[in-house]
């Protein structure tokens, strides 16, 4: 089969498209013919290795997270999914490899496509839906009448941050273009701010939370808009020591996770705020949940109009990094 893979971390956004053996399923793994994969951020960070402390992978390395497919083999311990289901799902961290033809995946990592999706808008749910119910469940525990903010809220991962919080009771703010004020409202936000015509931290009465998705370069201005006692969960800024507690991370981890966060730790404990960083893991009872929430709420995400085959993947990777897609980018392996 053929799949996109890299021989080494480097800062240069490269993969190589290689024929490798179709991989063979354990007792509860299934394997998927992949119809789309989803290019994410995610996969600029395992290229660059970014993100090797957190997930240090052997090399070669068949990139991709996030996928739609057909089952074709089942594990006999598998149970609840059968030969010629449509399924998706981020794939487990350790063992990526959706930007290939087949990929063994864990049984427990996948869910059954959402009835009002087809393969190309499917693909671009799991890694962002699951990002937001854990963000919102687990690591903020959200409850009903409090406040999040999201700034730069209108893109893929506000498509599937909105409804979950909605559905949790939240009132939910979001900044971002004007071009996507209307799709982001009618999502069911509460407030939108369009970042082009006034700045948040000087017109936002504090929130419960705020989730980053912009940066170390908001931080500050983030950090203006929590009450104290609050939570800013970050997705891109830095990991912590308490990342790496939480994932039971080696000690000599932790000390270098704590040394990295340690200037965002101080500047929230100053203002009374806990500071969180996510990283997604694959779990497919979420995904399930998650399901029921796109179908309720016909949920239809955004995708990028350029199309993509798996030997275009090099330019797929640089629209991603350029970070002008005008939804998320995929590739198309069928």
Not at 157 to 171: D, T, V
Request: charged share 25%; aromatic share 8%; glycine share 8%.
């Amino acid at each position: 089969m053929k799949a996109a893979q890299i021989e080494k971390y480097s800062k240069e956004l490269m993969a190589k498209i290689v024929d490798i053996p179709i991989p063979e399923i354990s007792a509860d793994q299934v394997l998927i013919k992949v119809k789309v994969a989803a290019v994410n951020p995610l996969e600029i960070l395992n290229i660059t290795g970014a993100v090797k402390l957190i997930q240090d992978y052997k090399m070669p390395l068949t990139l991709g997270n996030e996928l739609t497919g057909i089952i074709e083999k089942v594990g006999e311990n598998v149970q609840g999914f059968k030969v010629g289901e449509a399924v998706y799902c981020r794939l487990p961290v350790n063992s990526i490899g959706a930007f290939a033809e087949y990929a063994a995946v864990d049984a427990d990592a996948i869910g059954h496509l959402p009835k009002n999706l087809d393969f190309t808008t499917g693909a671009a749910v799991p890694l962002t839906g699951l990002t937001a119910y854990q963000a919102l469940h687990e690591e903020l525990e959200a409850k009903a009448g409090q406040t999040v903010f999201i700034p730069g809220g209108s893109g893929s991962f506000g498509q599937m941050a909105i409804p979950i919080a909605k559905a949790m009771g939240l009132k939910v703010i979001v900044s971002g273009s004007p071009e996507a004020k209307e799709r982001t409202l009618a999502a069911g936000v509460d407030r939108y701010i369009n970042y082009k015509k006034e700045n948040y931290w000087e017109t936002l009465e504090p929130v419960d939370f705020v989730i980053d998705t912009l940066g170390p370069d908001e931080f500050e201005h983030e950090l203006s808009v929590i009450k104290s006692g609050g939570r800013l969960l970050s997705l891109r800024t830095s990991p912590n020591k308490q990342f790496a507690v939480d994932k039971k991370l080696a000690k000599w981890k932790q000390i270098l996770f704590g040394l990295a966060g340690s200037k965002y730790d101080k500047k929230a404990k100053e203002k009374g705020i806990d500071y969180r960083f996510i990283f997604v893991r694959a779990d497919g009872k979420q995904l399930s949940q998650i399901t029921d929430l796109v179908e309720r709420n016909n949920i239809v995400p955004a995708i990028d109009p350029t199309e993509f085959k798996l030997e275009d993947i090099n330019k797929a990777l640089a629209l991603v990094a350029s970070g002008h897609p005008k939804g998320k980018v995929l590739i198309k392996l069928d």
